[in-house]
């Protein structure tokens, strides 16, 4: 069969044979000729003619790098960048034909679709879809060679061009979802702008970053490129049409898996990073789903005693209902996927992982350790998943992630610390929790969740079994604040008590079906990315180096007499704490853990080295930070926001406090003891900077307690020579007793 005829047979084919290579077109319902045949308005095309329809792409008016004379717009002194041009706003669906003719090693193009998409894609300037004008062969079927949509779509069949100084004839049908370009009458390059086909060209393109990229909106433009060389156009005919049909691309959308539960990442240093991701049978959370029965304390208390998986999970579901079906499920679907990742400027140095196969017996998880990555680097990184019956993407989902500094750089870092989540006390509706957009705004180089992600032992429903509680891990990260969050931002995950097992948990202990070894292993093996040990340390660049404990996997049961073998951290992880903290040179040295070490706490709790039931070890660990300078501790665990300085032995303690208003509990507000600095019985997060001030040479940390909308309510500062007294919010009361000795500053915002 001739070539061109077997291409406009394929162009026929359903949406759904979408492609899943760089190499392949994505296919749309072939436009034809008629497409065009009612205009919905009156053709433009002596305007593009006129000067003042255009402007540059600063605003100002056309330069004098253009002609516009004898009917032609001419690009007569390439600029090679900076010179382009753009037209005012017109119909976002249409039919444009034009000529064009170029000299020797010109690279140039008209773009459509032209709008802005926010200050991290190329500083908000202009960009759109393009149709490619360069010199080349005819033969050149690249992603940027002529009749290409430039760097997403390469042209199907061999190009008829004329020589260089002579007119060709192009031709763009835009409508709805449905893109076509023609070249001296003959359609060479056609795509569909919705699907997985579409996004994974996204995805590894310099438009990676953009949104909705290609479709129509309102305002948008065309440009005329100046990339280097000449260029002259003429014979523009617009015309407006009607928005396409689509239900054609109806059967080219991916009946899945998806990636619903987006990706997640931990344990980040110079050169590598675990990647977690989950395939899904849909693309979100269900979010008009059923009901659990609701179970008072007492009948839960009674339940977690029994042992029954099934009798576990039916007495909380309605008659005749499954997971499937009940509010917020995202269930899992095997698949096969992938991950393709690569510095963010730097697309020629993309490498993908082997594909993996996911499994019920693993909750569809899978996860990679990527290594050999470069120092304090922010990196984009694409998931792709496919049915494990077919070779095409059914899903693309774009990520990314930032590896720490080398140890000897001097660089600003900004972080944010956060803790108790759960799905029943979320506080922005269906998208989740309101601290994530909030975080998002400070663009902070990691975050810190440290710890109680989700409550097993709090209701609707009480996760008795492992089902319910990979349920509840399903449901939390399907709520797009908190998975759009995690997957563009590198974090480090610390597991508590109650995303363990229950509330105070230790080995040895059951919770309905489940023991305190199963959901160790839930956490550390399947549900986050793993590590061994899990605890680390990683240098933030030369003045800042961070600890992340592990505050359950080696403790000893809560009801052990206390004493000098009674412990949290364990002999192993206490000994590299002491010796890597030793050993440091960081200006300032941070130690993230899940539950406090200075407190206070209250005096009913039994389960942190700031309670007397762990005082021994956890005095031992207060004298020995006492010995160092700049050490400083933050913790989770606690529903309250606190700030506190054990003047005897100089140790400061922040407690991040709830991630959402409905969870703020536990402390009486203004209960302010002496060794409190800032008191807040509200929800919200921390953040943290390091700075180097001009003209100084020495690092600043400052670190900020925030409402769950990000408004600063404290500020500590350390690190300046003179730290006076600090002040207090209006919601804090005043300490019973001074401490000596300067303080960093602390004021209400």
């Given amino acids: ?145 002529t009749a290409s949509i430039y760097d997403l779509v390469p042209p199907a069949v061999e190009k008829k061009l004329n020589p260089l100084g002579q007119w060709n004839q192009a031709r763009v049908i835009a409508r709805g ?53 000449k260029v002259s156009y003429r014979g523009f005919r617009f015309v407006g049409v009607g928005p396409a049909d689509d239900a054609a691309l109806a059967d080219g959308l991916s009946s899945g898996p998806f990636l619903g539960n987006g990706m997640r990442n931990s344990w980040a240093d110079q050169s590598s990073i675990v990647v977690w991701t989950r395939t899904t049978k849909t693309a979100g959370m269900l979010t008009a789903g059923k009901e659990f029965v609701s179970l008072s304390s007492r ?54 992982t082997d594909w993996v196969e996911t499994n019920a017996e693993q909750d569809f998880t899978a996860q990679w350790k990527l290594q050999g990555l470069r120092p304090g680097v922010q990196y ?28 000897s750089a001097e660089r600003d870092v900004a972080f944010c610390v956060t803790t108790c989540h759960d799905f029943i006390r979320r506080d922005d509706g269906m ?29 609707d429903p009480w996760a008795v079994t492992k089902d319910l509680m990979r349920f509840k891990w399903q449901r939390i990260f399907a709520l797009p604040n908190n998975r759009d969050f995690y997957s563009k931002t590198t974090s480090y995950f610390i597991k508590d008590d109650h995303d363990t097992l229950k509330n105070d948990c230790w080995v040895g202990q059951t919770y309905g079906s489940v023991s305190f070894e199963e959901g160790v292993k839930l956490f550390n093996e399947e549900q986050f990315p793993s590590r061994a040990p899990r605890y680390q340390t990683v240098h933030w660049g030369k003045d800042l180096q961070i600890w992340i404990l592990e505050g359950r996997d080696y403790r000893s049961p809560n009801d052990m007499p206390d004493g000098p073998e009674k412990s949290i951290l364990g002999a192993e992880q206490k000994q590299w704490l002491f010796e890597t903290l030793q050993q440091s040179k960081a200006k300032f040295k941070l130690v993230f853990s899940p539950t406090p070490i200075v407190g206070p706490d209250r005096a009913n709790k039994r389960d942190n080295h700031a309670n007397e039931i762990f005082a021994v070890e956890g005095q031992e660990i207060r004298e020995f930070l006492g010995t ?34 409905k969870h703020q509990l536990g402390w009486k507000p203004g209960d302010q003891r002496p060794v409190h600095r800032f008191l807040r019985v509200k929800g919200g997060f921390l953040s943290g900077e390091l700075r180097y001030p001009k003209g100084t040479g020495q690092p600043v940390l400052k670190l900020q307690h925030r409402t769950v909308q990000g408004d600063s309510v404290s500020e500590f500062e350390f690190g300046r020579k003179e730290q006076p007294q600090p002040s207090l919010p209006t919601d804090s009361q005043p300490p019973a007793a001074q401490v000596d000795g300067p303080q960093p500053t602390a004021s209400d915002k």
């Avoid at 540059?56 to 004898?70: E, K, M, S, T, Y």
């Avoid at 699907?195 to 309102?218: C, D, N, Q, R, V």
């Avoid at 095409?392 to 989902?397: F, Q």
């Fill in 177 to 229: 979802n449905h893109l076509q370009h023609f070249v001296n009458g003959e359609l060479v390059t056609t795509s569909a702008t919705i699907g997985p086909g579409w996004e994974k060209s996204i995805a590894l393109s310099k438009f990676y970053g953009a949104k909705h990229f290609g479709t129509p909106k309102g305002g948008d433009r065309i440009m005329l490129t100046d990339h280097g060389g």
């Fill in 380 to 407: 984009a990184l694409v998931a792709e998943v496919q049915s494990l019956d077919a070779d095409r993407p059914s899903a693309i989902l774009r990520g990314g992630f930032e590896t720490a500094p080398a140890p």
């Fill in 1 to 145: 069969m001739p070539i061109k005829k077997l291409f406009l047979c394929l162009c026929l084919v359903s949406a759904s044979l979408q492609v899943a290579t760089a190499q392949e077109t994505p296919p749309a319902q072939q436009l034809t000729e008629q497409s065009a045949d009612k205009p919905t308005e009156q053709a433009i095309d002596q305007r593009f003619l006129d000067p003042t329809f255009w402007s540059c792409i600063d605003g100002r008016p056309v330069l004098d790098n253009w002609q516009f004379a004898d009917g032609e717009v001419r690009l007569f002194k390439p600029r090679g960048g900076g010179g382009s041009i753009v037209s005012e706003p017109l119909p976002a669906n249409f039919d444009l034909t034009w000529e064009w003719k170029i000299e020797k090693r010109t690279n140039s193009g008209l773009k459509y679709r032209v709008g802005r998409f926010g200050k991290a894609m190329f500083n908000n300037g202009y960009l759109g879809v393009e149709y490619q004008i360069i010199d080349d062969a005819p033969d050149s079927q690249g992603k940027g060679s």
């Fill in 299 to 352: 009948e839960a208390a009674a339940l977690s005693k029994q042992s029954d998986p099934e009798k576990l999970l039916s007495r909380q579901l309605p008659e005749g209902a499954d997971l499937e079906q009940m509010i917020g499920a995202c269930p899992g679907a095997a698949g096969r996927v992938r991950l393709t990742y690569f510095p963010a400027k730097s697309r020629n140095q993309a490498k993908s």
């Fill in 431 to 459: 998208k989740g929790h309101q601290i994530y957009p909030a975080m998002s705004k400070l663009r902070p180089n990691f975050v810190v969740h440290a710890g109680d992600i989700e409550y097993y032992d709090k209701p």
């Fill in 628 to 661: 160092l300078e700049n050490v400083i501790v933050l913790c989770g665990d606690r529903h309250w926001q606190y700030a506190s300085h054990n003047a005897q032995l100089d140790l400061w303690e922040f407690g991040c406090g709830p991630g959402s208003e």
